[in-house]
């Protein structure tokens, strides 16, 4: 019984430390890539990318809230034409997803067409994004 009790406090010590996506409601409510795109202004975006010639995903941070999303695979994007060349270059199956806190409160966007992502706590309002893993095949 000792034993459960272990695994499951480090359970929820865990999920206090790691943030998770949200898919988005879908109808005439739902958030759009083109509204964000529109919005540019509004928010500090960034890149990763593998140096291959397209891009693994955009992060979209709310210039006006007090939470920072951040991380070392991340390069910035200061105009909105640089925004939409870099939206065309990724793969199909493209995903917009909200970045939430383990707690639920929003961070940001991420969109991306692929690969596993992980969000870790850095503090009390800061979430460290890591690189988006490269997709392995063809």
């Not at 500090?44 to 992060?59: E, H, L, N, V």
């Not at 870790?120 to 309002?125: A, E, L």
């Not at 800061?126 to 690189?131: I, P, S």
Request: with cysteine.
């Amino acid at each position: 019984m000792s034993l459960i009790a272990i695994v499951m406090s480090g359970c929820a010590l865990w999920q206090k430390n790691y943030g998770k996506l949200k898919s988005l409601p879908k109808g005439e409510s739902q958030v759009a890539i083109r509204d964000l795109i529109d919005k540019w202004e509004d928010f500090d975006i960034y890149y990763a990318s593998s140096g291959t010639p397209f891009s693994f995903g955009i992060m979209f941070d709310p210039k006006e809230n007090d939470t920072a999303l951040v991380g070392d695979m991340w390069k910035k994007i200061a105009d909105k034409e640089t925004l939409i060349e870099t939206v065309k270059r990724i793969e199909h199956d493209r995903l917009l997803k909200e970045i939430l806190g383990p707690d639920g409160r929003f961070y940001g966007y991420i969109y991306y067409s692929y690969g596993h992502i992980t969000l870790k706590m850095m503090g009390d309002k800061k979430m460290y994004v890591f690189g988006l893993e490269p997709k392995i095949g063809n």
